[in-house]
């Protein structure tokens, strides 16, 4: 089993910056993925970046590259997303995951095994 646990949202205004936190406690698997999805109300959840636990490539989505960041702390089992230049249309809850999803579809929430709580991320106009 895997515990995750979000933290660092918040109410922000456009133009700010967050940085989220997600720590991972319980059964290590270096071949695991980490991610972070958001949903936003009405919408499915989509999938924000990913980064391998074992290092490698990491992978943001159109709608964030250059604005969003993720890392991680291997020794503080710890992944971050740092956001910063926020619009409104980044409001929504964000997740992080973690799985072995397959390489043709790491987008799909289906392929992650475990997930945090969720944690609200507000930008105001």
């Known amino acids: 089993q895997v515990q995750l646990v979000e933290s660092g949202g918040g109410l922000v205004q456009a133009g700010g910056s967050l940085r989220l936190s997600c720590a991972a406690s319980g059964r290590s ?41 993720i890392s991680k702390d291997n020794v503080k089992n710890t992944v971050y997303l740092q956001m910063s230049g926020l619009t409104p249309e980044d409001t929504a809850v964000y997740y992080c995951a973690t799985g072995r999803p397959p390489a043709w579809d790491m987008a799909e929430p289906s392929g992650y095994g475990y997930w945090g709580q969720g944690t609200q991320v507000t930008v105001s106009s």
């Open 29 to 69: 698997d270096s071949t695991r993925v980490m991610a972070w999805f958001r949903q936003a109300p009405g919408k499915s959840r989509e999938l924000v970046a990913y980064i391998p636990w074992s290092g490698g490539a990491t992978n943001h989505a159109d709608s964030v590259k250059g604005r969003f960041a």
